[in-house]
């Protein structure tokens, strides 16, 4: 299931997958529990919700986070919201547009979970520079890291 994301995108976008040793429900409550990105996101200083109620496709969130030696706030919007197999959002707002697409996919008997993380970028304005000369390599480099992080936090909670 290839999600939000179009085919020619997702041939373009930053991809990166790690394996957790989480049921694919705890992986995905996790990784859509939004006011959770900055335990495992490295560039994310903070994450809320705009909307109240369940999450689901349209909630919206702001996001501020570090992009070169900038702060940059930016609202992202939930496009797709698949439990516990896929997610995706985009950003409505600013300079830098993200478009994510997670998969969950259970293997070892439902036991561990294969996780898929492809993110990709449109600049609007001052993006159109930011994007290829510093998101996307900030991104290369970041998103193993956070998929680390995220594989660290499930697997050793408080840890």
Known sequence: MQGYLPE???M???KETVDVDCRPEDVYDYVTDTERMPEWQLSAVSAERLDPGPVGVGTR??????????????T?????YDPPHSWGMRGVDGPVRARVHGEVEPFDEGR???VTI????????????????????QVRKELPRN?????????????
């Open 118 to 137: 492809a993110v990709d970028f449109e600049g609007h304005g001052m993006g159109k520079v930011l994007v290829p000369l510093v998101v996307r390599p």
């Open 61 to 74: 969130v702001r996001v501020t986070r570090h992009i070169g030696s900038r702060v940059m706030p930016m």
């Open 8 to 10: 020619e995108a997702i």
């Open 76 to 80: 992202m919007e939930v496009t797709e």
């Open 147 to 159: 998929e680390q992080l995220l594989k660290d936090r499930l697997e050793h909670p408080g840890g």
């Open 12 to 14: 373009s976008a930053i």
């Open 112 to 114: 561990r979970s294969h």
